[in-house]
């Protein structure tokens, strides 16, 4: 599914959501994951604002023309992780705004609700350099937590995804 195109992708994430969005939610356990993907991805984009790296990422972004979310990074999102974001609510975009740019990132930021790790966790040499160390780590631990129900509740829907499709 790797070489699939984004909008492919985009694709047969709304089609699987519309096959089985409902028997997904449904399924023993994952709607408390997916609540519980949403609240440590709040924890996280709080962080984000605390620490700094929010303002920071915007200024770099709207002065140096150009962020870390360039183009491309939406080639690592499955179907299965755009499936979790449709099943967060998250409204999937039917075109990019900048050919610079993340297919998924608008003026406002990033559309998903459900990120890759590397969006999560990404951290570039300037901001390491100015974000006090003791900000990155409290950042770095909510990000994990993040992370590990993510992990989870990718597998699963992955494991349900394969259990439905010949």
């Known amino acids: 599914m790797g070489n699939l195109r984004i909008g492919h992708k985009i694709a047969l994430a709304r089609?699987?959501?519309?096959?089985?969005?409902?028997?997904?939610?449904?399924?023993?356990?994952?709607?408390?994951?997916?609540?519980?993907?949403a609240a440590k991805a709040a924890d996280s984009a709080g962080m984000c604002v605390e620490s700094g790296v929010a303002?920071?990422?915007?200024?770099c972004d709207r002065n140096e023309g150009g962020s870390c979310c360039g183009a491309g990074i939406e080639n690592?999102?499955?179907?299965?992780?755009?499936?979790?974001?449709?099943?967060?609510?998250?409204?999937?975009?039917?075109?990019?705004?900048?050919?610079?740019?993340c297919y998924f990132?608008?003026?406002?930021?990033?559309?998903?609700?459900?990120?890759?790790?590397?969006?999560?966790?990404?951290?570039?040499a300037r901001l390491q350099r100015?974000?006090?160390g003791e900000?990155?780590?409290?950042?770095?631990e909510t990000n994990g937590k993040e992370m590990d129900i993510l992990f989870a509740l990718h597998d699963r829907i992955k494991q349900f995804v394969r259990r439905k499709t010949p």
């Open 135 to 140: 900000k990155l780590i409290l950042l770095q």
């Open 105 to 124: 990132l608008s003026g406002r930021g990033c559309v998903l609700s459900a990120r890759e790790v590397l969006c999560i966790n990404y951290l570039c």
């Open 76 to 101: 690592r999102y499955t179907p299965e992780m755009l499936l979790i974001n449709l099943l967060m609510g998250a409204v999937l975009p039917d075109s990019r705004d900048s050919e610079k740019s």
């Open 15 to 37: 089609e699987y959501y519309a096959k089985w969005g409902d028997d997904l939610k449904a399924e023993s356990g994952v709607s408390a994951m997916v609540r519980e993907l």
């Open 130 to 132: 100015e974000i006090p």
């Open 55 to 59: 303002d920071a990422c915007g200024r």
